[in-house]
């Protein structure tokens, strides 16, 4: 800049410090400050744009214990492992209790007797048990070379036993016993039943052959068991309770015993005398 310029712009300085300092205004005595009084155009701002507001989460609720519930249906604790769910979403179904029930036991053991023979047609039944509704009510006894086939028959109280002729020549059949009964004289291939009401045992004769000799055997209850030639048995299906037991065998004194069964298998053993 020239020194002419620099004079003109003081001259003008100085006249406007004058003419402000005559409208009360501090006066302004440097380019510096006249430079710092320059109207400054503001920054451009950027457009704010509104959002919209998030959705309110859902309040939770507390559970009785105070701690805060989580905002599902089930009212569980917040923070809780969610709920199983079953097939279809469908929350899973409560565990259900099963009642234990007790299962049929066993009695089993041996019986002795002498001669050892006996014992090998020996019969254990229980006195005071019941009759099951299963339990099978008929048996059949057969002339047979002038033999009663089984030797040893056995069936429940209200049963019945049919004989049955299978010798080509009659026989006769009838017992002495308790209820004596005679079925009268039956042919080759003739059979007749006779119901059994009570307990007890019955020999079975023959008037026309007095050699011949069987049993049979009706037990007040229908849980009962023949030895095998060994003199073992097994009672099965017994519901657990406590009985008393009878072992029975031809032209031996019966002996009866008190016995408790459980679950599993229940051991008692008989010795029989004459």
Same mark, same amino acid.
């Given at each position: 800049?020239?020194?002419?310029?620099?004079?003109?712009?003081?001259?003008?300085? *100085?006249?406007? *410090?004058?003419?402000?300092?005559?409208?009360?205004?501090?006066?302004?005595?440097?380019?510096?400050?006249?430079?710092?009084?320059?109207?400054?155009? #503001?920054?451009?701002? =950027?457009?704010?744009?509104?959002? +919209?507001?998030?959705?309110?989460? $859902?309040?939770?609720?507390?559970?009785?214990?105070?701690?805060?519930?989580?905002?599902?249906?089930?009212?569980?604790?917040?923070?809780? #492992?969610?709920?199983?769910?079953?097939?279809?979403?469908?929350?899973?179904?409560?565990? &259900?209790?099963?009642?234990?029930?007790?299962?049929?036991?066993?009695?089993?053991?041996?019986?002795?007797?002498?001669?050892?023979?006996?014992?090998?047609? !020996?019969?254990?039944?229980? +006195?005071?048990?019941? &009759?099951?509704?299963?339990?099978?009510?008929?048996?059949?006894?057969?002339?047979?070379?002038?033999?009663?086939? #089984?030797?040893?028959?056995?069936?429940?109280?209200?049963?019945?036993?049919?004989?049955?002729?299978?010798?080509?020549?009659?026989?006769?059949?009838?017992?002495?016993?308790?209820?004596?009964?005679?079925?009268?004289?039956?042919?080759?291939? +003739?059979?007749?039943?006779?119901?059994?009401?009570?307990?007890?045992?019955?020999?079975?004769?023959?008037?026309?052959?007095?050699?011949?000799?069987?049993?049979?055997?009706?037990?007040?209850?229908?849980?009962?068991?023949?030895?095998?030639?060994?003199?073992?048995?097994? &009672?099965?299906?017994?519901? =657990?309770?406590?009985?008393?037991?009878? !072992?029975?065998? $031809?032209?031996?004194?019966?002996?009866?015993?008190?016995?408790?069964?459980?679950?599993?298998?229940? $051991?008692?053993?008989? +010795?029989?005398?004459?």
């Amino acid at each position: 800049m020239s020194s002419r310029s620099l004079a003109t712009l003081t001259r003008l300085l *100085a006249l406007g *410090a004058s003419l402000a300092a005559c409208e009360g205004e501090p006066p302004k005595t440097s380019l510096s400050a006249a430079v710092a009084a320059a109207p400054v155009e #503001p920054a451009a701002v =950027p457009a704010v744009v509104a959002e +919209e507001p998030s959705p309110a989460a $859902p309040a939770t609720a507390a559970t009785p214990g105070g701690t805060p519930a989580c905002a599902c249906a089930c009212g569980c604790p917040a923070g809780s #492992p969610a709920p199983a769910l079953a097939d279809g979403g469908a929350p899973a179904p409560p565990a &259900i209790a099963v009642a234990h029930v007790s299962a049929p036991a066993t009695i089993s053991g041996t019986v002795s007797a002498t001669p050892k023979w006996a014992a090998g047609n !020996a019969v254990v039944y229980l +006195e005071d048990a019941p &009759i099951a509704p299963t339990a099978k009510m008929t048996a059949t006894v057969s002339n047979h070379m002038m033999n009663y086939i #089984p030797y040893v028959s056995v069936v429940p109280a209200g049963g019945s036993v049919t004989f049955r002729n299978d010798d080509p020549f009659p026989h006769n059949v009838f017992s002495p016993d308790h209820e004596k009964f005679d079925m009268g004289m039956l042919g080759q291939g +003739e059979a007749r039943a006779r119901a059994f009401k009570n307990a007890g045992e019955y020999s079975l004769l023959c008037n026309v052959h007095p050699g011949m000799l069987g049993y049979v055997v009706v037990t007040p209850s229908s849980y009962y068991a023949k030895a095998n030639v060994q003199g073992h048995y097994v &009672i099965k299906d017994v519901p =657990p309770g406590t009985y008393k037991i009878t !072992a029975w065998a $031809p032209r031996q004194k019966p002996e009866t015993q008190t016995v408790t069964v459980k679950e599993g298998d229940t $051991p008692i053993s008989f +010795e029989l005398h004459r």
